[in-house]
């Protein structure tokens, strides 16, 4: 730690002498000056880490003196206390609100002296961190909120890609901060349609990175036309070779193919996948059947799927965790029911947003605390083939069925 500087400011030669010896003895630099002037024009060359000012002196007063120099300071605290043979309180008053902090009358006791320079100037340090904490943080937050923005445009790239939805998928996301853990992808080739919505481990940037390698492995895979099961293994292993322990994405894959009036589902942590009749009752309930992708080892993963008719204006209805999970100030969830009762309200023309409504009145207008995504898809109408290419069976036979 370099030696303290210190500036003593006194007309009186005798007493700058003895007080100078003085603090030199602590290990103190004292440099002197006789009159007010002098000594802003010394503060102006060095940077004293405290200063002891005399209040009568010629040319410039005390009083002067701290005033320009709490000015030529600005933000920068220096330490100034009076030595002054004054003992009014009024004069004391006077030169606290001139911008001194403290005073010792003369003639000076060498202990009080002493424990006010040891206080002042270990004060002056912790100030001096204080604000060298404080452009830390500064320059931290900049870089921090520049970083944050490159991340912000490489995701808002990744999702222009899903921006064009057809007319009968509709979708909503809400983050519950700047970026959104929860995402929802759309992709046709050929007579295939196909869906993601996936919900990544936690909420914010962490968690829009994570969803990165799953979008680009959907979107690859589905211009192919590849299988669903296939799809769903090729991100489960590369989301399980690059994310850290402990992070993982909660998704649903569906592939549709309208003219044959079949719907592919491989659920992966996903609580609510719905579908509903044309009079809008729920009649299936798409369940997770495996672990959330990035779990499992290749060799582990299950790539089966749950397969089922999807017949004119029929309606899947998905969502995240951050949607049946949202509760009331009472502890209550809004839950599955919460979204098929807004379902049966909205039904047909207004079924996303009669659910958002419906959750907004569940939490009273508060903000979400996690992310949310909601996903409607009314079933494409096409002409009807028969459903063999997919595997499709009417779901009254179907061991899935649970209307």
Not at 333 to 349: N, Q, R, S
Request: proline fraction near 4%.
């Amino acid at each position: 730690m370099p030696q303290p500087k210190i500036l003593l400011v006194d007309d009186s030669a005798t007493n700058s002498l003895m007080v100078r010896t003085f603090v030199e003895d602590l290990g103190y630099r004292c440099d002197l000056a006789g009159n007010g002037r002098e000594a802003v024009a010394m503060c102006k060359e060095v940077g004293y880490d405290l200063i002891l000012m005399d209040i009568i002196m010629p040319v410039m007063n005390g009083l002067q003196a701290t005033m320009e120099l709490r000015t030529l300071f600005g933000e920068h605290w220096v330490p100034i206390i009076f030595l002054t043979g004054l003992s009014q309180q009024q004069d004391l008053i006077e030169g606290l609100k001139a911008g001194g902090d403290d005073y010792l009358t003369k003639p000076v006791s060498p202990d009080l002296l002493t424990a006010k320079i040891q206080v002042f100037l270990r004060i002056a340090q912790m100030q001096r961190q204080i604000n060298q904490d404080a452009v830390r943080l500064e320059r931290y937050f900049l870089d921090n909120e520049r970083e944050q923005s490159y991340a912000l445009e490489l995701i808002e790239r990744l999702n222009r890609q899903q921006l064009e939805l057809p007319s009968h998928v509709w979708r909503h996301l809400r983050p519950a901060s700047q970026f959104n853990g929860d995402l929802v992808c759309y992709a046709r080739a050929g007579d295939r349609e196909y869906l993601m919505l996936a919900d990544c481990t936690g909420h914010g940037l962490t968690a829009a990175i994570s969803a990165i390698p799953a979008v680009e492995c959907f979107y690859d895979l589905a211009q192919t036309q590849a299988a669903l099961g296939d799809i769903a293994a090729a991100i489960n292993d590369k989301l399980h070779r690059l994310l850290p322990f402990g992070r993982f994405v909660a998704g649903i894959l569906i592939a549709i193919d309208a003219a044959a009036q079949c719907v592919q589902v491989w659920n992966g942590g996903i609580p609510c996948a719905l579908m509903f009749d044309p009079q809008g009752r729920k009649i299936k309930q798409f369940r997770s059947e495996h672990p959330p992708l990035g779990i499992l080892a290749a060799r582990q993963f299950d790539r089966s799927l749950e397969t089922s008719m999807l017949k004119p204006e029929h309606a899947l209805v998905v969502c995240s965790d951050g949607i049946t999970e949202a509760q009331a100030d009472n502890g209550q969830m809004f839950g599955l029911d919460g979204v098929i009762k807004a379902v049966e309200t909205g039904w047909p023309g207004r079924i996303g947003n009669t659910v958002l409504q419906a959750l907004q009145r569940h939490r009273q207008n508060e903000a979400i605390l996690d992310d949310a995504s909601l996903l409607v898809v009314h079933a494409p109408s096409l002409k009807n083939k028969q459903g063999a290419d997919m595997g499709c069976v009417d779901p009254s036979r179907s061991r899935w069925h649970d209307a």
